[in-house]
């Protein structure tokens, strides 16, 4: 029996940002760990007086968190928060977005520049972009105070989801405090592209 997967927090946030973008007709089905790409073969060398060749190196693949695709109102409305997505051959001629999701904390660790690597191979071998999502760093500190260089992220430059808006005891959360809902969100879009 495989082990189950730990899904992140992260991964949570971004699945109820796309219940919301369904809803609204932003997004169609998308898929959860969607294919395993392979980036680089195992690597293996032939000896002398061997037979077969000796196992040096397991191979590298790369499986992506989400596979989203996007309708047309979709890619129009959600150009500018997955740029520069929009420009790649899956976004313009089929629609689909490729999503990994971050927490705030990676912007500054080594596992970004694993991600970052990773993404490189990815479109050097089979041209497919695959975009980093952060989807909530608070603006404020755990004093309610602005942050001097707040990182943007997926609900500030959206929406909150609105099964994020609010604690057990009904008030607002702090994503919600700081994000548009998705109504104002399309609303603004709207207003945007007229």
């Known amino acids: ?74 890619q129009d409305m959600l150009r500018d928060a997955f740029a520069p997505a929009y420009l790649t051959p899956q976004w313009q001629e089929d629609g689909i977005l490729f999503v990994d999701t971050k927490g705030g904390f990676t912007v500054q660790s080594a596992q970004i520049q694993i991600f970052q690597a990773n993404r490189k191979l990815l479109w050097h071998f089979h041209k497919v972009w695959i975009t980093k999502v952060v989807p909530w760093i608070s603006p404020v500190d755990r004093q309610g105070l602005p942050k001097p260089k707040a990182k943007p992220c997926l609900f500030t430059q959206t929406y909150c989801p609105s099964s994020l808006a609010y604690n057990n005891n009904l008030t607002l959360t702090s994503k919600a405090r700081h994000c548009r809902t998705i109504e104002h969100f399309i609303e603004d879009q709207q207003t945007l592209l007229t």
């Open 1 to 74: 029996m495989a082990k189950k997967r730990k899904i992140s927090d992260e991964e949570k946030h971004f699945t109820a940002w796309l219940v919301d973008a369904k809803k609204y007709d932003l997004v169609g089905d998308w898929e959860e760990q969607p294919e395993t790409f392979d980036l680089i073969p195992k690597a293996e060398i032939q000896t002398l007086g061997m037979k077969k060749p000796r196992f040096l190196l397991h191979p590298h693949t790369y499986t992506t968190d989400f596979r989203v695709p996007l309708t047309a109102k979709g």
